[in-house]
């Protein structure tokens, strides 16, 4: 382990806790209780250049490293867990892609907007096995006059309700491949793209995810991302840094369990005595911060490792799945060190469990699976 957070970072960290506690934290309860997304809220974080953090000054972006912006992933998470995925999603799902694989064309056109917040991404991914839900969730993309005609529905889009484009994974004739997929760039308001259901979800409730529709939605050539039949390598590109992103969200939403749960036990009196001083709620106490302390580790180190342009895929994926079940294991803690109170909402922790949750279920890397197996045999 060789990395180490610079005094540069850790100021960074510093505004984004300030940031995080007087702009996220206010609404957090509302935006949850109501499903609802703040796009004004992003608009501030696009402002403060978080919307763009590992993209190139080029194009807009911040230009930093992963490593910041996990730190950042974290901070946000402390208080509201479905803002840091938003912008996780943005991020990773709609602004990475095309900064790496789009055209010149694209890039001007859409990566600009996105990299300063004027545009929201969203994003439908890829679903890999072969059950009956991959079949329904089938976008077909064929060449017309004007380029490529979309036809087909997803039924777990992640942010379309909210954005303004979307990248798409879609089945496409390349060759003599019959169903190569390929990436495209779609704008919510083209004809023949409509917004379905609404998801409801246990967790991360203020990170919208919807059904999306398609009936001859005709785009322009110059909206393909990459070559023809490349979207499966494209999505495949992302899988490492969807798990750093899970994993800095998780940390942070274990940190602000723990956080909470020992100024409650602090101030709170049971028999006359501050439960913080009985020897079993003490014990849980060091017990979440010895897991949490671990996460962050594993999540820090598996975003320098791809700084670094070290391998990190077995890295990210150890770090997403201790952190997310780390995360569970706190938020449980946390409720029963509040007692009765955990289980209300106006106290913040049956929050923090049912995002937890959601994140250990890959809702918050917009349901792309984690082989881990998979990926320690890889390395």
């Known amino acids: 382990m060789q990395f180490c957070i610079s005094e540069e970072l850790e100021l960074t960290r510093s505004v984004i806790r300030e940031f995080a506690e007087s702009e996220v934290a206010k609404g957090a309860e509302e935006r949850d ?3 609802l997304f703040d796009r004004s809220l992003f608009g501030r974080m696009g402002e403060l250049g978080l ?8 194009y807009g972006g ?7 912006y996990a730190v950042v992933l974290e901070e946000l998470s402390r208080v509201c867990a479905s803002t840091s995925a938003a912008l996780a999603a943005h991020t990773v799902y709609a602004a990475w892609p095309i900064y790496t694989f789009g055209n010149d064309v694209a890039k001007q056109r859409f990566l600009r907007e996105l990299a300063s917040g004027a545009r929201l991404g969203a994003c439908a991914l890829p679903i890999t096995n072969k059950s009956k839900a991959a079949t329904e969730n089938t976008i077909f993309a064929s060449k017309s006059r004007e380029g490529w005609e979309l036809n087909g529905a997803h039924s777990f889009a992640i942010q379309a309700e909210a954005a303004d484009q979307c990248v798409l994974f879609v089945h496409s004739a390349s060759g003599t491949r019959k169903s190569a997929c390929s990436a495209f760039i779609v704008e919510t308001g083209t004809p023949g793209f409509k917004i379905g259901n609404k998801v409801r979800k246990l967790g991360l409730r203020s990170f919208m995810t ?11 050539a110059n909206h393909r991302i990459g070559k023809a039949g490349q979207g499966q390598e494209i999505a495949s590109s992302l899988i490492d840094i969807g798990h750093i992103s899970a994993a800095a969200q998780a940390v942070g939403i274990a940190q ?11 101030e709170r009196k049971q028999f006359g005595l501050l439960i913080g001083k009985q020897q079993g709620i ?3 106490l060091a017990d979440m911060s010895a897991k949490i302390e671990a996460a962050r580790l594993l999540a820090y180190q598996a975003a320098w490792r791809r700084d670094e342009q070290l391998s990190c895929s077995r890295e990210a994926a150890i770090a997403r799945k201790f952190a997310a079940e780390t995360a569970v294991h706190a938020a449980i803690e946390a409720v029963q060190i509040f007692g009765g109170y955990g289980y209300m909402q106006e106290y913040r922790m049956e929050r923090f469990l049912r995002d937890a949750k959601c994140l250990e279920t890959n809702v918050g890397t917009g349901g792309m699976e984690t082989d881990l197996s998979y990926r320690m045999l890889k390395e």
């Open 62 to 68: 911040a230009g930093s490293d992963w490593l910041t």
């Open 33 to 35: 209780a109501q499903e």
């Open 282 to 284: 003490s014990f849980k």
């Open 210 to 220: 919807a059904e999306i529709h398609f009936e001859e939605c005709v785009i322009s």
């Open 256 to 266: 602000g369990a723990l956080e909470s749960a020992a100024a409650y036990a602090k």
């Open 51 to 58: 919307t763009a953090i590992p993209i190139g000054e080029a």
